[in-house]
């Protein structure tokens, strides 16, 4: 037999096929195809080396040996990746693509053994041996044969892939070998079957083994058929997408695979059990995922059930850190992030050592009040370094909606669950430390009081079964470690304060800024600005400069920002090349940097004239000092009180001047009772926009009308606080600490307190109490004794000029 194929020049000459094979042949490597013998064999040909052997066999007899790859993955296999056994052929086509690549038509020839490779570059090269077919005419053999053709021909009525000619084809091939060829060519089988035809020698076992594989295509040929007709009965006309699913789903059935809502629910499920859920939790995660997998995925119900299981299945039902119980440890790492406070330390140290003896013991719910700035918030993170806990923080300022704390309930679209169950989620832990932040600032309106709701978050009786509205399982919060912050102990529900330890954080005393300063703001601004010691230097005149000409307050977030602003500027000079060397900052470097100082003591200056006197006031943010000036004026006897006062400060300076009438003949001789009926009396608080209250003004009320009635100033180095009775009493205030504090920023030596509040001294630091002197009291009587200037002396002569004549006008500052 020979073929024609295109000659040099233009025209065709035969070529002869099943001739005698030479001993050797170039080896053209197959992926994913396998080559059968008398069959037309199209080819993409991409590989250099491939491109190769095509040219070079053109050039020549134009035969080649084709061997289908075992690991079809592989660029370039080499002999040991290529099966032992071929077909020869003859290139009887040859196109040529723009991309470099070829196509050829191969015209199949003979079975062969490939045999020993005896070259590999360019391309393989290999010695080949014919492999013939062993035929022994029978009648199963006949009936093989007819078997396989009506097989074949039934399932090219059924799919599209194969030609009809095809089927004539194969009707009229009466040998047998060439039929199970061709077959085995046109099938879409695996490349290691069709290898196995090819090297199946009998041409006997070869039909019956393609008839095996021609009875399972035809099966599965039958099937998709059947199955699409079962689809198609189910739908309508229009509904594609519908018809795709369920053709999907009918296949996966078929298949013995889950369909996507299966899958997903098998997912969950996994997800349910590695969470490792208690008892009743589990009824319940088993419950909904029953109703879930009944549910068509198009039902608005099926995502609300799986969100509810995917927050209970990522919930840290059972998953908790092992405690660090190493008090020194925790000391050490208390130490190492906040300076002082001895107290709040001493706390924490205890709550590590209880549970160290008592593992079991129930955490003590702390709440940390002061002012902004002192660390309340650092101090948690520190707690949970310390315990080796995951910290979490949850800021429940202006929250007004109960559902934010409970959650809520599944019936609203969106519902999530609470910050509490959240903040467990984010943590991945049933006992981390918890932080509460601001709870004070928690609002009420008519969408619930969060106030209630913290009631049984933080009362360790009941938060071992804290119900979510969202979850509506309880869990226990029993493991968690909470801390509160405020800023103030009065706008907390007296009920919620109740459950909670409060530990106070008074504000910052100047020697104590300097070494916060200097241990953890400075190294922290320098390295924020890219700066380091060899660059810049503070000394502590420079940091004491900062401290008090450009921050006025408790803690110490404004002094960081005083400081940044130094490092950023002198970081500008160093980026700009106008410094190479060390910079250092001194006072005057501060101001140069910082421009003029912003707080100026003027205590002196407004106390240096009669009805000034100089009070104490607790403030949100720390103490603060406040200015009382009264000032007397012709006519009848009223009095009116200004700047912006609230009640119980109006009722202060009621019962202070009740007290001075009482008392007018005993601190001034002249005709007292006659000048309160002729002259009207103002009392002024200064800073009036900013609203003020409380009782703990009322001495300082009466000392500066006391003041004004005898001519006499009240010392410039003395403040005072505390309560006045009409019985001129003077009661304990709070907050002593704080309003020292103020004093001692306010460069003020001596403070008038209540007698009772002497044993608050022990709350303050040893270098306070040396820079302040504390005069203690139990009537108006020892304050006016105390705070005003002698009768005799020089401020004492620059009393008002002719009472009830001409108003008197106190607290003017004078340019």
């Not at 290999?126 to 007819?146: F, G, K, R, Y």
């Not at 021609?214 to 059947?226: D, I, N, P």
């Not at 009466?702 to 004004?708: H, K, P």
Request: hydrophobic fraction near 40%; charge should be negative; include cysteine.
């Amino acid at each position: 037999m020979s073929i024609a194929v295109p000659s040099g020049n233009g025209e065709f000459q035969d070529v002869p096929v099943g001739t005698e094979l030479p001993g050797a042949l170039p080896v053209l490597p197959l992926r994913e195809s396998v080559p059968f013998p008398s069959t037309l064999i199209p080819l993409a040909v991409g590989q250099e080396r491939s491109v190769q052997l095509v040219n070079d066999v053109l050039a020549g007899d134009r035969m080649i040996t084709m061997v289908a790859s075992r690991e079809p993955e592989l660029e370039e296999p080499g002999p040991d990746q290529l099966y032992g056994v071929g077909v020869t052929g003859v290139v009887a086509r040859m196109i040529k693509v723009p991309d470099g690549s070829l196509r050829i038509l191969v015209n199949g020839g003979q079975r062969v053994q490939v045999g020993e490779y005896t070259s590999s570059d360019p391309y393989l090269v290999a010695q080949i041996t014919e492999l013939p077919d062993e035929i022994v005419p029978s009648t199963e053999l006949q009936a093989l044969h007819h078997n396989v053709q009506t097989t074949f021909s039934q399932i090219i009525e059924q799919v599209p892939y194969l030609p009809e000619e095809l089927q004539v084809a194969v009707a009229n091939l009466e040998d047998p070998a060439e039929l199970a060829h061709m077959i085995a060519g046109a099938l879409r089988i695996d490349t290691a079957e069709k290898q196995e035809l090819l090297e199946e020698r009998d041409v006997a076992r070869r039909l019956r083994r393609l008839s095996e594989f021609l009875a399972r295509e035809l099966e599965v040929v039958s099937l998709g058929t059947q199955i699409q007709s079962q689809v198609q009965s189910e739908i309508d006309k229009g509904q594609r997408e519908y018809y795709l699913r369920q053709q999907l789903k009918a296949i996966q059935e078929e298949l013995g695979e889950s369909d996507e809502q299966a899958a997903e629910a098998s997912e969950l499920r996994e997800q349910i059990d590695a969470a490792e859920l208690p008892e009743h939790a589990l009824k319940q995660a088993e419950r909904e995922l029953r109703r879930f997998e009944r549910l068509p995925p198009q039902s608005a119900e099926h995502g609300v059930i799986r969100t509810y299981l995917e927050w209970l299945a990522g919930l840290p039902w059972s998953k908790s850190t092992d405690d660090n119980l190493d008090l020194g440890h925790a000391r050490e790492v208390l130490d190492a992030d906040h300076y002082d406070i001895e107290r709040v330390k001493d706390r924490i140290l205890e709550s590590l050592a209880v549970r160290k003896l008592k593992p079991d013991a129930r955490s003590a719910i702390l709440c940390f009040v002061g002012p902004p700035g002192v660390g309340k918030t650092s101090l948690g993170k520190s707690v949970a370094t310390a315990m080796g806990r995951a910290f979490e923080r949850l800021s429940v300022g202006g929250v007004r909606d109960e559902s934010e704390i409970r959650g809520h309930r599944r019936t609203y679209i969106g519902a999530l669950p609470g910050a509490i169950i959240r903040a467990l989620r984010d943590a991945e832990s049933n006992n981390p430390v918890l932080m509460i932040d601001e709870i004070d600032k928690m609002g009420t309106d008519f969408r619930g009081d969060p106030s209630s709701a913290m009631l049984e978050v933080l009362d360790p009786e009941q938060n071992s079964s804290f119900r979510d509205h969202y979850l509506d399982l309880a869990f226990d919060l029993s493991s968690c470690f909470f801390i509160t912050t405020a800023n103030q102990l009065d706008p907390i529900p007296a009920a919620l304060r109740d459950r909670m330890e409060v530990i106070e954080l008074s504000g910052y005393t100047q020697e104590e800024k300097l070494e916060i300063a200097k241990r953890y703001l400075v190294p922290r601004q320098v390295e924020r600005n890219g700066l380091s010691k060899s660059k810049i230097e503070f000394t502590d005149p420079a940091l004491a400069e900062v401290i008090d000409g450009y921050t006025r307050e408790a803690g110490v977030r404004n002094l960081e920002r005083e400081l940044g602003s130094v490092a950023r500027k002198v970081a500008r000079e160093y980026a700009e090349g106008s410094r190479r060397s060390k910079r250092t900052i001194r006072p005057k470097q501060v101001r140069e940097l910082l421009g003029k100082r912003r707080v100026e003591e003027d205590v002196g200056r407004r106390t240096d004239e009669p009805g000034v006197a100089t009070g104490l006031a607790w403030t949100p943010v720390g103490g603060d000092v406040l200015f009382v000036e009264a000032a007397a004026f012709p006519g009848e006897g009223k009095l009116q009180i200004t700047g912006q006062l609230g009640d119980v400060m109006k009722e202060s300076a009621a019962a202070a001047l009740s007290w001075i009438k009482g008392h007018a003949s005993a601190l001034e001789g002249e005709h007292p009772d006659q000048w309160f009926r002729e002259n009207d009396l103002h009392v002024h608080v200064p800073a009036g926009a900013i609203p003020k209250d409380g009782p703990s003004a009322g001495i300082t009320m009466a000392t500066a009308l006391a003041s004004l009635l005898t001519g006499r100033p009240v010392r410039s180095d003395t403040a005072m606080t505390g309560e006045v009775t009409l019985t001129g009493q003077v009661l304990p205030i709070g907050g002593l600490k704080d309003k020292a504090l103020a004093a001692q920023r306010a460069e003020l030596t001596r403070v008038v307190a209540p007698r009772r509040n002497e044993v608050d001294l022990d709350e303050l630091p040893e270098h306070l109490k040396k820079d302040i002197e504390f005069v203690f009291v139990d009537s108006v009587e020892e304050v006016l004794e105390q705070a005003l200037e002698p009768a005799g002396s020089l401020a004492a002569r620059r009393r008002p000029a002719s009472r009830g004549r001409r108003p008197v006008a106190a607290g003017v500052r004078r340019a």
